[in-house]
């Protein structure tokens, strides 16, 4: 059965111009579209009116491509989701609250109204803008919980603190920090625990509750894919990661599974599961911390004087590279600080061109290598130059830094001018041809992508800010290429996976893009319908047909 989809705007993104106002979608699939601007005829509706026919009136809504976030670790934002207390939020251009005893507050007040029995986690907290500059320790956590399982986990991404309960229950007490806070190794390398006993607490309904919280948010910025980066090489078996690969086979988005593993053993566990072989990300994979945690390695030291280092031996971590390369798999690791991205360049450069090369890679704006280099954040003068040479795919969060340069001035405490002004040169490297891939990083971010479009097009280095359509192309057809699939692009021949909205996001200003979310999302030629905050979610996922992630 064919549908024709007319009265839109779509935005096909094959170039900032080309529109289209029919597209006729057979199995999925675009099989015909007009557009006067990129060449073709007008399509005739009443050619395809057939009984096999349906027509589908958009009623003047501007489409685009489903948008692909290539960068996310969804196990845990589903986990979460459905679990998770806030205890930062923005009020009158500033953090709030700011102090240990406001942070003590919200602590207190959840804690009271919960189980005994149940863990606590708390999210969106800004170390940075603390008075304290600190995450709470243990035994301020054992104070205010009463003795429960607590954890907080601060909006980089790279620490977080425990109870004492907690550190017991998975058996890290007197493993790691005697405080409690978790920093820098101690927390890149334990995060999979933690992670794994947080989704054991959950229970059916929570597990449901939070994939339709899930799914439906995604759904309704527009967000057909997820590059899911799931999975450390901590702990016992991965069961959960095991299991959430099962379960993702059958979610009404498309996921695509980056399993973090270095463990070859775990990785032949999920690679039936998976369309392409793929692997690395975060966890295991982060060569280096982050910025907030005092942990990215940079050359010189923070201005309050601690060092970030490598996680790896360049020969041991090359060795681990060029074994996966060799076998066809697609890398992807974290590097954020100059050292870091050049132990990744430099092995990139040296891997055989059969296991690195696309294959067209002197397409314009095209990637040279399939290897992706996530985070990218800080590449010196020397490391800008080898990129462009080796023009890898580079997945980027730029609503961090904007976040940063407004409310958190976390930069600003941490890192010289200098290197502050050494961050990713965005148009630079879009007018190099470097792939760059839009992503949130969730749940570090939110999965908002327009927050992150914002800070793309009010970057940081004002001066390298990028235009809404190259802003645009990093989330649709830059993340279909770097997947090696027909997604990204209104085409005839690829995939009719689009979403409506009533602003034309090319033309529209930064700032409307706050707040906004998309009227309606297609995938595979059919509309996205909301999954319920109930248990019945879990039944509906189970009859689906499951497809390869």
């Not at 196990?75 to 998770?84: K, Q």
């Not at 923070?302 to 066809?328: C, D, H, M, P, W």
């Not at 970057?459 to 192309?473: C, M, P, T, V």
Request: aromatic share 8%; proline share 5%; hydrophobic share 40%.
């Amino acid at each position: 059965m064919k549908t024709v989809f007319t009265n839109a705007i779509f935005h096909t993104m094959e170039d900032e111009d080309d529109l289209c106002g029919t597209i006729v979608v057979e199995d999925g699939r675009i099989v015909a579209l007009d557009s006067p601007a990129g060449g073709r005829s007008p399509l005739n509706i009443d050619e395809f009116a057939t009984k096999d026919t349906k027509v589908v009136d958009l009623h003047g809504a501007h489409a685009f491509p489903a948008l692909i976030d290539s960068h996310m670790h969804m196990m845990e934002a589903i986990a979460f989701n459905a679990m998770t207390v806030e205890i930062c939020h923005f009020e009158n251009g500033s953090v709030e609250p700011h102090t240990l005893t406001g942070a003590e507050s919200v602590i207190r007040n959840h804690v009271a109204n919960t189980k005994p029995d149940s863990l606590s986690v708390f999210a969106n907290y800004f170390a940075a803008t603390f008075d304290e500059g600190r995450l709470p320790t243990r035994f301020e956590l054992d104070d205010w919980g009463a003795g429960r399982e607590i954890l907080v986990l601060n909006f980089d991404g790279h620490s977080s603190s425990c109870s004492t309960s907690l550190l017991k229950a998975v058996g890290l007490f007197g493993k790691v920090a005697d405080n409690g806070i978790l920093r820098g190794p101690d927390h890149d390398a334990n995060i999979g625990t933690l992670t794994a006993h947080a989704v054991r607490s959950l229970t059916p309904a929570a597990i449901a509750r939070g994939t339709a919280e899930f799914c439906n948010t995604c759904a309704s910025y527009g967000i057909g894919t997820i590059c899911a980066l799931e999975g450390t090489d901590d702990g016992p078996r991965d069961r959960a990661v095991e299991a959430f690969a099962h379960y993702a086979k059958r979610l009404p988005l498309d996921v695509r599974l980056f399993p973090q593993y270095m463990d070859e053993e775990r990785l032949s566990r999920v690679l039936p599961t998976m369309r392409t072989p793929r692997v690395g990300g975060c966890m295991k994979w982060e060569l280096d911390g982050s910025v907030g945690s005092h942990t990215a390695a940079f050359e010189t030291p923070y201005i309050n004087g601690s060092q970030g280092s490598l996680y790896f031996e360049t020969e041991k971590l090359e060795k681990t590279i060029r074994n996966l390369a060799e076998r066809g798999f697609v890398v992807s690791a974290h590097a954020i600080g100059e050292l870091a991205i050049e132990q990744l360049v430099g092995i990139y450069e040296r891997l055989n061109e059969k296991d690195a090369i696309v294959t067209n890679p002197d397409a314009p704006g095209a990637a040279r290598i399939k290897h992706r280099i996530d985070h990218c954040e800080f590449p010196s003068v020397s490391d800008r130059e080898r990129i462009n040479v080796l023009r890898p795919y580079i997945t980027i969060q730029p609503g961090y830094s904007w976040i940063d340069k407004r409310y958190l001035h976390g930069y600003e405490r941490l890192l010289s001018p200098e290197k502050i002004n050494q961050q990713i040169p965005l148009k630079d490297f879009a007018e190099a041809g470097i792939p760059m891939l839009g992503s949130s990083d969730a749940p570090v971010q939110t999965v908002d992508p327009y927050l992150q479009m914002r800070g793309m097009r009010e970057f940081y280095l004002e001066g390298q800010s990028l235009s809404a359509f190259e802003a645009l192309k990093t989330y649709t057809v830059n993340g279909g290429a770097a997947l090696g699939e027909a997604k990204g692009l209104l085409r005839e021949g690829y995939e009719a996976s689009f979403f409506t909205c009533d602003v034309d996001l090319i033309k529209c200003a930064p700032s409307e893009l706050e707040g906004f979310h998309a009227t309606s999302l297609w995938m595979h030629g059919k509309r996205y319908k909301p999954l319920p905050a109930n248990i019945s979610t879990l039944a509906r996922i189970a009859v689906t047909k499951p497809r390869l992630i």
